[in-house]
């Protein structure tokens, strides 16, 4: 089964950190976008972060710019998200997608729960 699983996810405290992974199975990561996304309650999912595991190129919302950084790892057929110095509105569910084009190649997943907070 070609899919993608977060993980990673957990409660923490403002200014602390969290490495989400993004597991590919059934399939290599290769020359593919691999974007996260979040979505807390009551609004729009929103792009975070996305690399491109051929040549590596990252992006950053402007929101998370300096605080989380994206990576690949071909070996293990996963991409992490490093969040570091993390705020309580950093707090969602992130899912990781493949960028095809602008769209989610794959249905949602269930994500990982980011809960930040004292």
């Known amino acids: 089964q070609l899919q993608l699983v977060e993980s990673g996810g957990g409660l923490v405290q403002p200014g602390g950190s969290l490495r989400l992974s993004c597991a590919a199975s059934?399939?290599?990561?290769?020359?593919?976008?691999i974007g996260w996304v979040r979505q807390a309650p009551g609004k729009e999912r929103e792009g975070v972060s996305c690399i491109s595991i051929g040549d590596g190129s990252t992006n950053y919302a402007d929101s998370v710019k300096g605080r989380f950084t994206i990576s690949r790892d071909n070996a293990k057929n996963t991409v992490y998200l490093q969040m570091n110095s993390l705020k309580p509105e950093d707090s969602a569910v992130y899912y990781c997608?493949?960028?095809?084009?602008?769209?989610?190649?794959?249905?949602w997943g269930q994500g990982t729960q980011v809960t930040v907070s004292s």
């Open positions: 997608n493949v960028n095809a084009g602008g769209s989610p190649l794959f249905a």
């Open positions: 059934g399939f290599t990561l290769d020359d593919y976008t």
